[in-house]
């Protein structure tokens, strides 16, 4: 019914509304006196320190959130951090031992390809910490450790606040780390440890854009394509993009880290095609922010129409965004909490005008239990 859906016309709007508060509950209980407490896990200080390279694996949205969390944790940690489509890992011939960490993001804590994965990694003697939504799934009870996110349960089958969620919880993964071992920036870690904190409203003041976004998504519907770019953790989101937008509308859509531009996807643009462009903080990364200026002027003058998601209040971004989405300025490594909100709007609208149900897509389930 209407009001189960909190009045909106799917449950994927209003758990995209429901966003702060599960960023909210998820990190809860976490923060004590300037530290960061992992309490439903059992991996002490020491077990922290002895960790010499981490593995995030995961499939689908978790996997996005886990390439998120390479940058995050590389950067405060100096700890390798590799991340791996879960049903490739143990596959490979994945090198591990008793000193790597392997986090597991799902969701469900059901996905065979992830719990095939820490089954691998265990029998290689590596700890396995579990960042979960579902209280006693076999994942977690699988094994060392476990972080629950506290997204609540989520009926769209895309995944929305579990993912900001998971993004939270390895935010929170990285920050015990870097506390555990020692950091060579505490001033950044110490802001960033604040400023997370401080996140669901940012995450609330990032949903004032969704007018904004239902109403160019319209504009957007009949096209043949969308393409997504991004750079550094705006890369990983602008995956996120393209994900949601062929689980919900099934268009194709590709997203591409800007970099690469020039090697082969900019062949692909043409006249009206929607290219849509996470941008890095001016102030805070300067140097991708100019280099992705650049980008969006050349696809702009091959006739892309550019939806641009910027921090506000940048200006330079004005000339070359056909339409300027605003997000509110937070630190880089956090800037996929509040940049993916729009891009979950522009899907589901995109799907809704195109008449399809935003939160039962074809073909797709919430859970996937067979490898
Ligand atoms: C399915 C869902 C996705 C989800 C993925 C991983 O494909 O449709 O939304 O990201 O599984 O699920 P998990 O429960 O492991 O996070």
Redesign the pocket.
Known sequence: SAAEKGGHEYFMLKEIEEQPEALANTLRGHFDKGRVILDEQRLSDQDLREVDKVFVV??????HSGLVAKYAIEHWCRLPVEVELASEFRYRDPVLDRDTLVVA???????AD?LEAIRHARDQKARVLAVC?TNGAQ?PRESDAVLYTHAGPEVG???TK??LS?LAANYLVGLALAQARGTKYPDEVAREFAELEAMPAAVHKALSTVDQVRELSRGIADSKAVLFLGRHVGYPVALEGALKLK?LAYMHAEAFAAGELKHGPIALIEEGLPVVVVMPSPKGRAVLHAKLVSNISEIQARGARTIVIAEEGDDTVRPFADELIEVPAVPTLLQPLVSTVPLQVLSAEIARSRGYDVDKPRN?????TVE
């Open positions: 995961a499939c689908g949205s978790a996997y993001v799902s969701q469900s804590g059901e996905t992830t939504n994942i089958v895309a995944a579990t993912f998971q689980e797709l389930a919430k859970s996937v």
